[in-house]
């Protein structure tokens, strides 16, 4: 058996970033389609973006890889500056810079955010920021990262939810200056890794909104983000239905196909009818979140219903194949181990169950 060094590790993960497919959808124009035309993007509706994650998916690839900007962007966008958003997103929108690294969770909090440790203390016209963040996708390929850090002790605070602060750092000179990221091997090659963070300076400039406003503004993000991911998973729920489909009317097993079998045939119409369900939340969900109409509660019920019909649907292609589900040929296995993620990530399914029998049911808070 052998193993490898944290540096090999650290170029396995680089030389695998699919960096011309994320430079194609750049030039496409696809990566700027939430940004108003006047900074140079494309100006489209959040159902646009989600249809674009979709659609990348369901052709068999994965869009992870990319999807951080239509989501991180949002929040410089609705409640960045205007000097901001003039600085830095005609500059996404061309690819010029990638925003795709969301420093959020950290080691000891994980998804109680309010109890984040990453701490900023203003000087002068800078923070020095100093902490760590895990599980921060693809900082390794990116020039900027949002970066959620308390700038005020969280015992000073009325609420656990005030004193957190949202700042745009640079990684370019960042890197080795103040910042040090290594990969993190995982089942799936989502290019994740931990962030360390030592007397990084933040230009005071970079602060995003109004500082000790930083979780209401990454909660308003997040809502775009659970549309959005809930829409690859749909897209990876009909591309694993359909592999499973034409499979089933292939083969052919005792001179007749085994589609024909209601073993086969039900769970597939099942699956089938599961994704139809969470593509119409999704749909709700996207046009009140573009509406400007609260969407907590739809946003994450599209999210879960869709990881868990993307789940139901790929074991269900990996029954139909029998044997060959496991063969990498089929790229089912891949597909398979890639949508389990979404039952985990970026929200647990617990946490969404949790939110939705208080915020919506009006229970007592289960955790």
């Known amino acids: 058996m052998t193993t490898s060094t944290p540096q090999e590790s650290d170029e396995r993960f680089m030389v695998s970033y699919p960096t011309e497919f994320v430079r194609a959808l750049n030039e ?34 994965v869009a992870s890889a990319a999807h951080a900007p239509m989501y991180i962007m949002g929040t410089l966008l609705r409640h960045g500056s205007e000097e901001q958003k003039r600085r830095y997103l005609p500059r996404i929108a061309s690819g010029e810079l990638r925003l795709q690294a969301f420093g959020v969770t950290e080691p000891t909090s994980g998804s109680d955010t309010t109890q984040l440790k990453t701490r900023a203390v203003r000087k002068g016209d800078v923070y020095v920021v100093n902490g760590q963040k895990v599980w921060t996708s693809r900082a390794l390929h990116s020039d900027l990262m949002l970066l959620l850090v308390r700038t005020t002790p969280l015992e000073e605070c009325r609420k656990k939810t005030d004193g957190l602060s949202t700042l745009l750092g640079g990684l370019r000179t960042a890197k080795g200056n103040g910042i040090e990221i290594r990969s993190i091997a995982a089942m799936i090659n989502h290019n994740t890794t931990e962030v360390f963070i030592e ?42 239905l359909k592999k499973a489909v034409d499979y089933a009317n292939e083969r052919q097993v005792f001179g007749r196909p085994i589609g024909q079998n209601q073993r086969i045939q039900f769970p597939l119409a099942r699956a089938d009818m599961e994704l139809e369900a969470a593509d119409l939340m999704a749909r709700k969900a996207a046009a009140l979140f573009q509406a400007g109409q609260p969407c907590g509660a739809e946003a994450n019920m599209a999210k879960l219903l869709a990881s868990e019909a ?30 389990r993620i979404y039952q985990t990530a970026p929200i647990s399914t617990n946490f969404i169950l949790g939110y939705l029998g208080e915020h919506v049911l009006g229970l007592r808070r289960s955790y």
């Open 28 to 61: 496409a124009g696809f990566l700027g389609a939430l940004i108003p035309e006047e900074y140079g993007g494309s100006g489209m509706p959040l159902r646009a973006a989600a249809v674009i994650l979709e659609e990348i998916n369901a052709s068999g690839c």
């Open 199 to 240: 007397n990084l300076e933040v230009p005071v400039a970079n602060l995003v909104g109004e500082e000790g406003k930083g979780f209401r503004y990454i909660l308003d993000g997040m809502n775009a983000e659970r549309i959005l991911v809930a829409q690859e998973c749909i897209g990876d729920g009909r591309w694993l």
């Open 310 to 339: 993307t789940w139901h649907a790929a074991d269900t292609a990996m029954q139909t194949h029998g044997g060959f589900g496991f063969a990498q040929e089929y790229d089912v296995e891949r597909k398979w181990r890639e949508v």
